[in-house]
């Protein structure tokens, strides 16, 4: 436990900011972990640990468990406990774009399996945690380590059509998606299973008091120190060990002397400050997830992921922009009292390998946008889009449906208040990866 003697104020309240911002990925991932993996009483239960939760339709403005969701595909999700042994992904052949991102405790990725990186073959892929020390088993496509012993396995299928066929030909996709531990898979005897953990009951005051720190010592225990962390993890878990946070969740606030729990209050509230001005200033999403190897250091940078949505793709498989402000500054932009559109030049439509959209969002909760047409993004997929005389395409973000046809037809409904749009981009061209191309202002009219 923390002895003031040993660590002076300031080192307490820098300590506890850095750790707060550093830890806000973590609980985050926790907060839906919990709800999927191990409370059986919440909706989103999916039954525990290696079992598949399939999203079989698009979300619309009454789902409000997803930030920023995306409809452009359709998400296959579950969770692995990799302690006792790793587990084995199979993948069936199929043309449509997918991708599954192995996402660990601080919701960076560990690797990707999917049509860009692995192709569209059928295929098996061990994922495998720190400890394992075994050899992997003959026909494997790949194997991706991680460096936490929970981790999430998030897929994306691309959803082509919401018939009531097109939806039945992608669940039948999805349902051919496995997952097994590797003894089944291998066919040997299973191993002895990890201990059973006291989980802590989540709850979302958990991320405005000092409880944080309790939660995140007890994750820091399914994320050991081990070689290829960055320095800035080491030095961090070195001061966090001072501080009586070292991974064995015995961390208790309630013995705190005042003074240092003084300290620690503090310390958080400048945490949750540099998170907020961070978001504040975001212009753009295009480099907010990736490996460890890309942003492991880089620890606000993962915060405000976590907080627009912990499981982004890496720019080079999904590009995302950000429209956060129109051309005149205004920021947010405000469809209450304004219109405003987004003009690509002829041959200047987002250069993608795969497909693009342009989704809206309501702020400030990031939730799709309820309408009469039940569209909630516009892109390569669109039927009907109208192109301008000269071969550009312009897209109409306003609250009230546009009286011309042909607006109408290209009509991006955003709420009556504050917005944003965000741009995917499915397989980025190299043009965008480089900054050659620039998505077009958002400009009020």
Same mark, same amino acid.
């Given at each position: ?24 990925? *973590? ?17 989103? #239960? ?18 409000? =468990? ?5 409809? %452009? ?8 406990? &990799? ?28 690797? &990707? ?31 991706? !380590? ?20 097109? /939806?039945?030909? $992608? ?22 299973? +990890? ?24 994750? /820091? ?7 290829? *962390? ?11 060990? =001072? ?25 958080? +509230? ?9 978001? +504040?200033? /975001? ?16 620890? &606000?940078?993962?915060?405000? +992921?976590?907080? $627009?949505?912990?499981?982004? &793709? ?5 590009? #995302? ?16 009292? !304004? ?21 809206? #969002?309501?702020?400030? %909760? ?8 039940? !569209? ?11 192109? =301008?005389?000269?071969?550009? /395409? ?52």
């Amino acid at each position: 436990m923390v002895n003031p003697a040993l660590v002076d104020p300031a080192t307490i309240r820098a300590t506890v900011a850095e750790a707060w911002i550093r830890g806000h990925p *973590l609980l985050r991932t926790y907060r839906t972990l919990y709800a999927q993996a191990l409370d059986d009483a919440d909706p989103g #239960y999916v039954g525990g640990f290696g079992v598949f939760r399939h999203t079989a339709r698009p979300a619309t403005p009454a789902d409000t =468990d997803a930030v920023t969701p995306d409809n %452009d595909t359709l998400p296959s999700q579950a969770w692995l406990d &990799l302690r006792a042994e790793p587990w084995v992904l199979s993948v069936p052949a199929q043309d449509r774009y997918h991708v599954f991102a192995v996402h660990e405790l601080d919701a960076l990725h560990a690797g &990707l399996i999917g049509s860009r990186t692995t192709g569209q073959d059928a295929g098996d892929y061990l994922v495998a945690g720190p400890d394992w020390q075994g050899e992997p088993p003959p026909g494997l496509k790949g194997v991706i !380590r991680t460096a936490t012993r929970l981790v999430a396995l998030v897929g994306h299928t691309r959803l082509t059509g919401t018939t009531p066929a097109d /939806l039945a030909a $992608l669940r039948a996709v999805q349902e051919q998606y496995r997952l097994r531990p590797l003894h089944e898979y291998a066919g040997t005897p299973a191993p002895a299973p +990890a201990p059973e953990p006291v989980w802590p009951v989540w709850r979302d005051e958990v991320l405005e008091s000092v409880e944080f720190l309790t939660f995140l010592d007890f994750l /820091l225990g399914f994320f050991p120190l081990t070689d290829g *962390l960055p320095p800035a993890e080491t030095g961090l878990r070195g001061r966090l060990t =001072d501080l009586g946070i070292d991974g064995r969740g015995e961390f208790e606030p309630a013995v705190l002397p005042l003074e240092v729990r003084a300290e620690f209050d503090r310390g958080i +509230a400048d945490g949750r400050a540099r998170l907020t001005r961070a978001l +504040a200033e /975001l212009r753009d999403s295009a480099q907010l997830f990736g490996t460890r190897e890309q942003l492991g250091a880089d620890f &606000l940078r993962q915060a405000v +992921a976590a907080e $627009l949505g912990p499981y982004g &793709l890496p720019a080079e498989e999904v590009w #995302y922009g950000r429209w956060a402000a129109d051309s005149e500054g205004r920021r947010p932009p405000n469809a209450s009292d !304004r219109d405003h559109l987004i003009r690509f030049a002829p041959d200047a439509l987002p250069p993608a390998r795969f497909f693009w959209s342009a989704t809206v #969002y309501a702020l400030p %909760d990031h939730r799709l946008v309820d309408n009469t047409l039940d !569209r909630y993004s516009v892109g390569g997929h669109t039927p009907g889009l109208v192109r =301008d005389a000269d071969g550009g /395409l312009t897209l109409y973000v306003q609250h009230k449906r546009p009286a011309d046809a042909d607006h109408s037809a290209n009509w991006l409904p955003a709420p009556d208040g504050p917005f944003a749009v965000v741009l995917r981009i499915h397989g980025p061209e190299d043009s965008v990866l480089d900054g050659r191309w620039q998505p077009p202002p958002l400009t009020p009219r």
